[in-house]
């Protein structure tokens, strides 16, 4: 058994381009053990569909464009490696939902029944997941979502997936690693009241604070697109907490910590996803020092996986990734693996493959679905020192 | 220590509105026109002032002019395109409304292709941002910057158009166009130059706000765009110094309702007294109804 | 039907369309008495609210949800028209922004305020999560037919008597005052309506996009909602139904153009006013188009007020 594996192996090796030369010497990269566990496909020929729905303009077209690069990237490393079989490609079919649900349906319409794709990455947003994706699930067609965090995403249907860990089971392990590392006994919340992914973060917060035992001495809000925090976080500091956590969205990261700082406040600061980018980190400078955040991939995670990736996205953009990126890449991945180990291009034979999946390795972590279509990897608590994010406690703990 | 700074912070807020506001209401001055795409214009001067410190590692005050003189120069346009056709059509002023969100539009679906998506700031450091040591409370020199200039400018507005021929011009072409061009004025040269000066000073403002807030992207005009709505509505539509006084109290109603009420209260009360103002005192607090509108 | 789908417009897309073409009439209602309202957007979230609240929290009929909608956007009209409708011009379209912002404001805030009072956690409008998984209970042909109603009922309307007065009242309030046109009553009355028209949009809308959050429903949206009416002119009631149709079919069809979509979207509004600034469906603006190269008219019409 050993042998034949090994002999395949080695055929792979000779047949297939120099990216699993290079595995072998080194560390395996994105799709090998996929590669092992599933036979090229015999059966599928040609180029596959598949579609991508992000907010490439609008509102929250900050997120799309990090997305659609990690998917054309992962597309390119599929297609170069002869992932789905020799002359077989994706043909990644990128649509813009501009940050509107409405759009969302339309493009989520237009390629289940005019493209015909096998499935979709995205939408972006939680809420346009909540208005497009039962477009697919009546289709018959696997959606995939990278960024949806709100509850609820996969009780859709058993068509609808997603590999980005929800608010709720994130929030709960930053708290309790910052509580228990920093001996937390008070602390202030400030959030985005206008927004759902900023909402749910912060009443998952509030709930694990209180359950801690953590007193909240101040609660404040604003509105999405605000830039001026100072009312809030000089009410907040004034009552003294040991720390402030916060549940924001990107744009407003940088922001609030530096006029956190400059309000004179040296404590740490937490946050959930949206603090996740290393542009928050060089755009903050000696004032991130302290931030702790939650999340699903750590940047400098040591992960062979996930360092090969940021230096391909690098190289790719110009930019290093962010966690959208990171998952988005993983979400092609995933998607391309369903395809190879469906031997089809089949709708309902990818979507079972996908849920079958076996655990694989993922710059997000070694990686599977559970039972309701949910991600199941590691998250990490990070803290943020001289411009890198190091994780907190240095042991991974597994969340679901 | 907490009531000192929420008034330093109001202040502050106020002269960021303020900023914004100087330019919407000289548009509205002269053409009695809402130009919504002027929250557009402040947009691509912060990231015309951002691409020249980037891309052409200049000085920030250079960088700051050179975002000034590319938003005149988009406003400018913007009057030649979106406004002229109308008005020399007599189209009503619902169409000029129209037309400006068009513009708008278009402006910033194209900064988002040509500045990027991606949340940018000025270079770290590129203007110290420590508190002032010394003081019992805080305050950063980018902010003082703000607010001399909020008040300079304005005052420096001000002037123009009460003291010099130009500012004459545009007071007669505000009052009646038609009698202005029989007068030997050229009217369509003052809305160009109209135009002109609001853009400049909305890319000030887009610059100004880009370094003390330290985060920029194509939309970062919508979010102030309202707000500058509310502000130039409560100082009496089209007038300076209203718009200025309208920024500072804009600003004191949110910091001290976050202060003293709830922060989840803070809009609901700016736009009830948007409301309320319009429905009581529509020509604005210091406004009169037959003032040149300048 | 093939063609139209394969140029973008989908079966949800025309849905949208006919959602939209109902928005751009309630506009078109404000405009021929001469109100420039902002206001819509707000009804519509009063009446997508209302009728997702009917249908998916207590489980009635998609029609007691309309009409529940529409009820509710007529109640809040009458309290809101009455003091603002004395304004004029851009101050009306001001101050109907602000209703359409404190509308947003109260729905993001009304179960926080409602949990305080009753002292348990309440949840009427889901806050900042909005409502989620609303049923699709809305068919193109219960688009179709109420659009179909809406049309007769405006074209009625503007040929009854009540029609004339909307008319003279956008001529000249004073003279119609005169002539003895009880100005206040017909401006009211019509705001009625036009909430009650866009509220009926806004509750086939929820149930189209299955989530509405309060966010859906700001700034952005009245000012799309405006430019329907204006963009397909308001010289007749078909005018405000090109314009929506335009204007929500337009981004589908432009997807081929990529990353380009928003700048050519942007393009095409901006040309359309400019160069017709009667709307689309104005005969006048044209011909007058076409006309346009003859010798500049100086300023004479300029508009300052």
């Known amino acids: ?400 | 220590m907490n009531l000192t700074q929420q008034i330093v912070n109001a202040i502050w807020l106020g002269s960021v509105y303020s900023l914004f506001a100087l330019g919407y209401a000289l548009v509205f001055s002269v053409l009695g026109v809402l130009n919504l795409a002027h929250s557009a214009v402040f947009t691509w001067g912060a990231f015309i002032a951002l691409t020249a410190v980037l891309s052409f590692s200049m000085p920030i005050p250079i960088a700051a002019l050179i975002g000034m003189l590319g938003a005149g120069i988009i406003s400018f346009l913007l009057e030649k395109i979106a406004f002229q056709p109308l008005r020399k059509r007599g189209a009503p002023r619902i169409s000029q409304l129209i037309s400006s969100i068009g513009a708008a539009i278009f402006l910033v679906a194209l900064a988002e292709r040509v500045f990027t998506t991606s949340v940018q700031r000025f270079p770290l450091g590129s203007i110290p941002d420590d508190p002032i040591p010394g003081l019992p409370f805080s305050v950063t020199p980018i902010q003082v910057i703000v607010l001399v200039a909020a008040i300079g400018l304005m005052l420096l507005l001000q002037a123009l158009i009460q003291r010099t021929k130009l500012g004459m011009r545009m007071r007669a072409v505000a009052y009646n166009a038609r009698t202005a061009s029989l007068l030997g004025v050229n009217v369509s040269r003052i809305y160009g130059i109209t135009f002109f000066l609001a853009g400049a000073l909305a890319g000030a403002a887009g610059t100004l706000f880009g370094l003390a807030y330290n985060s920029m992207d194509p939309s970062m005009g919508e979010a102030i765009a309202l707000k500058g709505l509310t502000v130039i509505v409560l100082g009496g539509l089209g007038n300076i110094k209203g718009a200025v006084l309208g920024g500072f109290i804009v600003a004191a109603i949110e910091v001290f309702s976050i202060a003293f009420l709830r922060s989840n209260f803070r809009d609901a009360i700016v736009y009830l007294l948007l409301f309320l103002i319009l429905l009581v005192r529509p020509q604005g607090l210091i406004g009169q109804k037959e003032e040149v509108r300048a | 039907m093939d063609f139209f789908r394969s140029i973008g417009i989908s079966e949800p897309v025309f849905q949208f369309m006919l959602v939209n073409a109902l928005l751009g009439l309630s506009v078109y209602l404000t405009l021929i008495t001469g109100m420039f309202s902002l206001a819509n957007a707000g009804f519509m979230a009063i009446g997508a609210f209302t009728g997702a609240i009917l249908t998916q929290t207590f489980g009635l009929p998609l029609i007691v949800g309309l009409i529940g909608g529409m009820i509710a956007g007529g109640l809040v009209a009458i309290p809101v028209g009455l003091p603002v409708l004395r304004l004029r011009d851009i101050y009306l379209a001001i101050a109907t922004i602000g209703f359409g912002e404190i509308v947003r404001i109260a729905l993001l805030n009304v179960d926080q305020v409602a949990s305080s009072i009753v002292g348990e956690r309440v949840v009427i409008t889901g806050g900042a999560l909005g409502i989620k998984q609303i049923p699709k209970m809305a068919e193109t042909w219960h688009l179709l037919l109420l659009l179909a109603l809406a049309v007769y009922f405006i074209w009625r309307l503007q040929k009854s008597r009540f029609g004339r007065a909307m008319a003279a009242v956008r001529q000249d309030e004073r003279a119609a005052a005169n002539m003895g046109i009880n100005v206040v009553y017909v401006k009211n009355i019509v705001f009625i309506f036009s909430a009650m028209l866009a509220a009926a949009a806004g509750v086939m809308s929820a149930h189209l996009t299955r989530i509405i959050s309060p966010t859906d429903f700001g700034f952005n949206q009245a000012v799309d909602i405006l430019a329907f009416a204006v963009l397909g002119g308001t010289s007749t009631a078909f005018g405000p139904i090109v314009g929506a149709f335009l204007l929500t079919a337009l981004p589908e069809v432009l997807r081929f153009t990529n990353e380009y979509r928003g700048i050519i979207n942007g393009a095409i509004l901006l040309l359309v006013i400019i160069y017709l600034p009667g709307g689309l469906v104005n005969p006048e603006g044209w011909r007058r188009t076409w006309r346009r190269f003859r010798p500049a008219q100086g300023e004479a019409s300029v508009n300052v007020g």
């Not at chain 1, 055929?11 to 595995?23: D, E, K, N, R, V």
């Not at chain 1, 924001?248 to 530096?258: F, H, N, R």
């Not at chain 1, 079972?352 to 972590?365: Q, Y």
């Open chain 1, 1 to 400: 058994m050993l042998r034949k594996t090994a002999a395949l192996l080695g055929l792979s090796a000779l047949l297939i381009t120099p990216t699993l030369a290079f595995a072998q010497d080194d560390a395996p990269t994105m799709g090998s053990d996929i590669a092992e566990a599933c036979p090229a496909p015999a059966n599928i020929s040609g180029a596959i569909p598949v579609g991508a729905i992000f907010t490439i303009s609008g509102a929250a077209s900050v997120y799309g464009g990090s997305q659609q690069a990690a998917v054309q990237l992962a597309v390119d490393q599929i297609n170069d490696w002869g992932f789905l079989g020799d002359g077989n490609s994706i043909n990644i079919l990128f649509e813009d939902s501009a940050s509107e649900n409405e759009q969302a349906i339309a493009a989520m319409t237009k390629l289940v029944d005019e493209d015909q794709v096998v499935a979709v990455i995205g939408p972006t947003l939680s809420r346009e997941a909540f208005s497009a994706d039962p477009v697919a699930q009546d289709a018959g067609v696997v959606v995939l979502g990278v960024s949806n965090t709100a509850n609820g995403i996969t009780d859709m249907g058993d068509f609808v997936f997603r590999n980005s860990l929800p608010e709720a089971s994130v929030i709960p392990g930053t708290v309790a690693d910052s509580v228990s590392e920093l001996g937390i006994t008070s602390a202030g919340l400030l959030y985005g009241n206008d927004d759902d992914f900023t909402v749910s973060g912060y009443e998952v917060m509030l709930s694990e604070l209180s359950d801690a035992g953590v007193s909240i001495v101040g609660e404040e809000t604003f509105a999405a697109g605000d830039t001026d925090f100072n009312a809030q976080l000089t009410n907040l500091i004034g009552a003294n907490p040991d720390a402030i956590f916060v549940s924001a969205l990107a744009a407003e990261a940088t922001p609030i910590i530096q006029q956190a700082r400059s309000l004179g406040y040296t404590g740490p600061i937490v946050g959930g996803n949206g603090f996740n980018s290393p542009a928050v980190l060089s755009q903050t400078g000696e004032d991130s020092n302290g931030l702790i955040v939650g999340a699903a991939w750590n940047g400098s995670s040591t992960n062979p996986l996930s360092t090969a990736f940021v230096e391909a996205f690098s190289e790719a953009t110009g930019n290093p990734p962010d966690q959208f990126a990171a998952q988005a890449y993983t979400g092609a991945w995933l998607i391309a693996s369903a395809i190879r180990c469906a031997d089809s291009t089949d709708r309902a034979a990818i979507r079972d493959s996908l849920a079958s999946l076996p655990e694989i390795e993922t710059p997000l972590g070694l990686f599977t679905f559970d039972e309701d279509r949910n991600p199941v990897h590691p998250s990490i608590t990070q803290v943020a020192q001289d411009g890198v994010f190091l994780p907190l406690i240095s042991e991974e703990e597994p969340a679901s």
